[in-house]
C-alpha cells in the first residue's frame, strides 16, 4: 500500500521560513512527479510546486522566487522549502505523487499538514 506522510508544518510570523518533507512508503517514488498543493477551507485545492521525476520543477506564480521544490529519490522523499511566508500562504499543504503507466494512472495523496503564518 502507497502512503504518503507529511511532515514540517507548523506557525510561523510572516518573512519566516518553514520546510515541509513528505516521505513516502510502499513503492518507489522514482518515476513519479511529486507536487505540493495547498487547500484552503471553502476553497479548492490548488497546485503550489511541481517536480518531474527528471528534476524539472514549476511553480503557482505567488510562490516563484519563494518556494524551492527539491526531490532525494534515495530517501523517497520530497520537499517544499518556503521562504518570506506571508499570511495569505496559511493552507493545509498536500503532497502528491502521480504518473501514467500505460492507460494506468496512479495518483496518491498524503493527509496534509497546516500551515498557519500569522503575527
Known amino acids: 500500500q502507497v502512503q504518503l506522510v507529511e511532515s514540517g508544518g507548523g506557525l510561523v510570523q510572516p518573512g519566516g521560513s518553514l520546510r515541509l518533507s513528505c516521505v513516502g512508503s510502499g513503492t518507489s517514488l522514482l518515476s513519479y512527479a511529486m507536487g505540493w498543493y495547498r487547500q484552503v477551507v471553502g476553497k479548492q485545492r490548488e497546485l503550489v510546486a511541481v517536480?518531474?521525476?527528471?528534476?524539472?520543477?514549476n511553480y503557482e506564480d505567488s510562490v516563484k522566487g519563494r518556494f524551492t521544490i527539491s526531490r532525494d529519490n534515495a530517501k523517497n522523499t520530497v520537499y517544499l522549502q518556503m521562504n518570506s511566508l506571508k499570511p495569505e500562504d496559511t493552507a493545509v499543504y498536500y503532497c502528491?505523487?502521480?504518473?501514467?503507466?500505460?492507460?494506468?494512472?496512479?495518483?496518491?495523496w498524503g493527509q496534509g499538514t497546516q500551515v498557519s503564518v500569522s503575527s
Open positions: 517536480i518531474s521525476s527528471d528534476g524539472g520543477t
Open positions: 502528491n505523487a502521480k504518473k501514467t503507466w500505460g492507460r494506468s494512472t496512479f495518483n496518491y
